[in-house]
């Protein structure tokens, strides 16, 4: 049915690891199916549930999260899944010495916008499963590992057109699904975000709980040519992360939902092992660079599965800015 399957079959060594990114895609295509349904499919609206971090589910949220389940668990290779939507790990096989993988999913990214039909997505996030001697059950601490481990990472936009964006570790691509045929079509080869940026994306609704450095970066961006930069600069805000780094990754921007003083306690909104380590494994293989106020997000310490972290991400002088104003801060 995939067009994607002799691209896989070319970049991916292991063919376990084509086979889960092949099921992960199909589930996808389910899902972009279902969001083209919309009112009509009935999909639209909130559950009574929350999820792990006491948001209120959706309902696509929990569907999508059914369907990469069911599709996922049928991969060859695949140990366990972990999602955004879910308290614990879904176990699928044993560990054991012949490796396999592991899956974390953002089942449905960008919910708030489900129900105005604007863009949201899927992100996904694929590890290395340990290997071990003796046959033992998958545990969470098998999920404990760094962004820098992640074998692939991708997400698909279910906007206009549903794309997906795929990186192996060399380089990153895109291919749209034809809802003609029902096929991926390879549509960008070796995407690169520009290094230079004059856009930016964050929540100014919250611009008065920002720590000082990320209050500075936007006040100068406002001040446009007059200010520190001597550039204006354009701002968009989608509220699906999905839609604003695919933004970015085809013209270039720079992203931000950094930490803030509404929950002093809490690192970020944005959860690093479904949301920030596979679009920063994206946004860095594209030439950009993603930072969360004190390194590289793909270096940050993973403590839990649902910890959060700040993000700031996309075109790399502008990051690199960013970081800058940090080292400033704190005299570093
Ligand atoms: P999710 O729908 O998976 O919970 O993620 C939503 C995230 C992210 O996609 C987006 O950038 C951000 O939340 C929007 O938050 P605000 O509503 O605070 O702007
Ligand atoms: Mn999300
Ligand atoms: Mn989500």
Redesign the pocket.
Known sequence: MIKLDDFLAHDAVDPRLTALIASVVEACGQISALVRRGAAGEILGALESQNV?G?VQKKL?VISNEILLQRCAEAPGLVAMAS?EMDDIYPVREVGPEGGYLLLF?P?????NIDVNVS?GTIFSILPAPRADGPRPAATADFMQSGRNQVAAGYVVYGPQTTLVLSLGNGVRAFTLDPLNDEWVPTAHAITIPHETKEYAI?A??LRHWATPVRSYVEACLAGEEGPRGKNFNMR??????A?VHRIMVRGGV?L?PWDAREPDRAG???LM??ANPMSMLVEQAGGAAFDGQGHILDAEVTSLHQRISVMLGSRAEVEHLMALHAEATGV
């Open positions: 971090q948001e949220d955004e953002d449905l990214d960008g919910s708030s949201i929540n609704s919250n805000w989608i509220a699906s992360m999905v604003d992203f939902y909104k944005l959860r479904y949301e």
